[in-house]
């Protein structure tokens, strides 16, 4: 079989998402509520106003969606004072990784990644058959001069999360200034900002829209997160019109479901939403440190809604223990952590029942 398969994917490792809710409940053949605490999803459900426009668009299921998103773009474009054509949809920030790829990498070109990091930006780079670079985090952080280090002609795109999803940390102001005049004009610069609105806020998180004229970076964002719409699956990526051209050129015409463009601007506008998503990350993120910091074990402090903890060297039995007390959180082997385990902050009950848990399993 495997002469069949494209070379590329041969060494591809497989992508294993969090496990879902009603998986875990058969397997375990658990009762009573399940929490998971896995995936860095919004632990609130979508507003009825969200809810709403999407009951009101389910007539039209019989339409092609609209392939440029029109009315999400100008809403965006209007928000950031931007114009839409700098702006490009997808079905989730995910594709536009996947589409970034397509439209400026050919063979022989690199990516430099951080070690670990997301892990999309290697399996999608591996797929398009780009030789992918990588540069260990420094205490849990982006090291952006050892990136700088390894970019050379062959450099098409440099990855870089932030904040950064498994550990939460952000790079500053400076050091991406830094980093940018490093960079030759034939070099992208992804920024991925998947949990930018939880970010934004914080002293030293750069303001990346301000490079957006004048260097080749590409910026996305997503509402799969703070917008809680991970279900629907739409991001979007801001860029100047002359890198955001080429990525509708590889992009599949109706790659935006019609829900998901209704929903994500109706949540657009839900200010209210937000900040009520904002407070109970903000108070949930400081009970688990808190808790954490009594019982002993280290985390790393996060500019988002998940927290990285070390729980030593029980963490596969920490995680399974877990599971069967209906708790599911990530067990960070994948990425290299072993030890490690992801957090994503829930409701106030769902943190004090994860807490709970975890003092039992842990001792
Ligand atoms: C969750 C996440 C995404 C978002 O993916 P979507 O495809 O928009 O759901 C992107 N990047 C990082 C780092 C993430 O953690």
């Known amino acids: 079989m495997s002469s069949l398969v494209n070379r590329n994917i041969l060494k591809v490792k497989t992508y294993k998402p969090g496990k879902p809710i009603e998986e875990v409940k058969r397997q375990l053949k658990l009762k009573g509520r399940i929490i ?33 998103c029109f009315y ?21 920030s995910d594709e536009l990784i996947i589409l970034a ?26 797929i398009e058959g780009v030789k992918v670079r ?39 102001r400076g050091e991406i200034d830094w980093f940018l ?18 970010a934004r806020k914080l002293k030293d998180y750069p303001n990346t829209l301000k490079y957006l004229k004048k260097k080749n970076i590409i910026i996305t964002r997503t509402f799969s ?28 015409p109706f790659n935006v479901n019609s829900l998901a463009q209704v929903a994500a601007e109706a949540a657009l506008k839900d200010s209210v939403f937000v900040s009520k998503t904002l407070k109970l990350v903000n108070e949930g993120k400081d009970y688990l440190y808190r808790n954490l910091k009594f019982l002993g074990y280290n985390y790393v402090k996060s500019a988002t809604n998940f927290v990285l903890i070390n729980v030593g060297r029980n963490s596969r039995s920490i995680y399974e223990k877990l599971l069967t007390k209906g708790v599911i959180v ?34």
């Open 36 to 68: 998971k605490m896995a995936s860095n999803e919004n632990t609130l459900s979508p507003s009825d106003r969200v809810i709403s426009a999407i009951k009101g668009n389910l007539k039209s299921l019989n339409r092609y969606p609209d392939g440029g």
């Open 225 to 252: 997160k703070i917008y809680s719409l991970a279900g629907l699956r739409v991001g979007y990526g801001l860029a100047r019109k002359e890198l955001i051209d080429p990525m509708n050129k590889v992009r599949e």
């Open 134 to 172: 990588t540069v260990p985090l420094k205490d849990f952080r982006y090291d952006l001069k050892g990136m700088a280090k390894k970019l050379n002609k062959n450099t098409k795109i440099v990855f870089i999360a932030n904040p950064d999803n498994p550990t939460g940390s952000f790079v500053s």
């Open 101 to 126: 790829l397509r439209a400026f990498t050919s063979k022989g070109d690199e990516v430099i990644i951080a070690k670990p990091t997301f892990l999309i930006y290697e399996i999608a780079s591996s």
């Open 72 to 92: 999400l773009k100008k809403a965006l474009a209007g928000k950031l004072r931007l114009k839409p054509e700098n702006i490009i949809v997808g079905n989730g």
């Open 181 to 198: 005049r490093k960079v030759k004009r034939d070099t992208i610069v992804f920024f991925d900002e998947a949990y930018y609105e939880f």
């Open 330 to 363: 990530r067990q960070m082997s994948p990425w290299g952590l072993n030890g490690f385990i992801r957090v994503t902050i829930g409701t106030m009950k769902e943190n004090r029942r994860f807490i709970r848990a975890f003092k039992e399993v842990s001792r």
